[in-house]
């Protein structure tokens, strides 16, 4: 049994307007208790055992149609949703109409979908006038949505595995045919409902192409959603990925999503963010992004060490000792203490040491 007692608490009734937040706890016997907090009242619950969903919340309104629809789609080809694929379908045509707003798309727009199953989001997709290439891995469902669309040339139907796709180069070709006589650097966009194993691949892979893409709206695990904007170095799943996340791009939690949305329904709520990505000028400045993520990575290999110690196959103590210093932190600094910011100036102060050495 689910019970959900919901309030809505809009920021103007605060005196001092905080950001507001959704807080959600999971009781014994099914029993889910959600509640609207300030955000610092929020941070310290996850602290907890409770956790912020998000700043507003799509539940199930979805209308017989959208799930009958979608059954039907299955059946035609006698199917059953694949787990391992992540085959948790949309069965709330309200999610995929927000998230398309999301993307903010003009006729004409290139959209990669990443896994379009059934077609339910391609659909909205094609009413907005999108060009889509759409990713799908299951062969089945490739056939499916292939075939959903083939009325239309707006979409192009991809049989292949998102996580060994070479999506740089098949983007930029189509980008190249597409915008050949246009004189401004057009970019894409991407859109997925995305299966919620393959998360940290996805976002690894496409953040850092900010030269193709402009912005990336996923559909993920609430959870995931929550960790991957929040790289403030108090949270407790403060890790690389919230580093890389924040500097390739700029993310934003923009609602949750109810898993009573899906067919079938998956064990826990999701949460849709964006993300709009930096071209390569705008990154922090670092001389090579690849040689500061060896940094960080490295730094938090061992996240409750002391950086002197954690970096030494890289640098010796005592330089990572003086660099800490020369930027103004503690030289006992651990991984989880230092920002975004202040790892850049580590980095930068560890690359000028090495380069004045030889
Ligand atoms: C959560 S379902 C979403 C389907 C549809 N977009 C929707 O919203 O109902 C995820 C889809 O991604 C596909 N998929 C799973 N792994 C994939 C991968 N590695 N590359 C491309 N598609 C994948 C699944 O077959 C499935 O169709």
Not at 111 to 118: C, D, Q, Y
Not at 125 to 152: N, P, Q, S, W, Y
Not at 274 to 281: D, E, I, V, W
Request: glycine share 4%.
């Amino acid at each position: 049994m689910s019970i959900c007692l919901g309030l809505r608490v809009q920021s103007h009734f605060y005196t001092q307007r905080p950001k507001t937040e959704w807080g959600s706890k999971s009781l014994h016997f099914g029993l889910e208790i959600r509640f609207i907090v300030p955000c610092e009242v929020a941070r310290d619950f996850r602290k907890g055992r409770v956790r912020r969903i998000g700043v507003d919340v799509i539940r199930a309104e979805r209308s017989e149609d959208d799930i009958h629809s979608t059954l039907r789609a299955l059946q035609s080809r006698n199917r059953q949703p694949k787990r391992w694929l992540g085959q948790h379908y949309m069965v709330n045509e309200q999610v995929n109409s927000a998230m398309v707003q999301l993307v903010g798309i003009q006729p004409g727009d290139l959209i990669l979908e990443i896994g379009p199953g059934t077609g339910s989001l391609t659909k909205f997709l094609v009413e907005a006038g999108a060009h889509i290439i759409a990713v799908e891995k299951d062969r089945d469902m490739a056939a499916l949505v292939a075939e959903r669309f083939a009325h239309t040339d707006q979409v192009e139907v991809v049989h292949e595995d998102f996580v060994k796709w070479s999506v740089s180069s098949q983007i930029n070709e189509a980008l190249e045919q597409r915008y050949r006589a246009s004189t401004t650097l057009k970019r894409a966009k991407v859109i997925a409902n995305l299966p919620f194993n393959i998360t940290t691949q996805v976002v690894k892979k496409l953040l850092p192409l900010g030269n193709t893409f402009s912005h990336v709206v996923l559909l993920l695990q609430d959870e995931a959603a929550i960790r991957l904007v929040d790289a403030s170095p108090d949270c407790n799943e403060y890790r690389p990925i919230s580093l890389l996340v924040n500097f390739f791009s700029v993310p934003e939690y923009r609602f949750s999503v109810g898993r009573d949305s899906f067919f079938p329904q998956p064990r826990v709520d999701a949460g849709v963010v964006s993300f709009a990505l930096k071209r390569t000028s705008e990154y922090p400045p670092v001389a090579s992004p690849k040689a500061f993520f060896t940094l960080v990575n490295s730094a938090f290999t061992r996240k409750r060490k002391m950086l002197r110690n954690s970096l030494q196959h890289l640098h010796s103590s005592e330089s990572v000792q003086s660099a800490l210093s020369s930027v103004g932190l503690p030289e006992t600094s651990r991984p989880d203490e230092l920002t975004l910011d202040q790892f850049v100036a580590l980095h930068n102060a560890l690359t000028a040491n090495c380069s004045s050495s030889i």
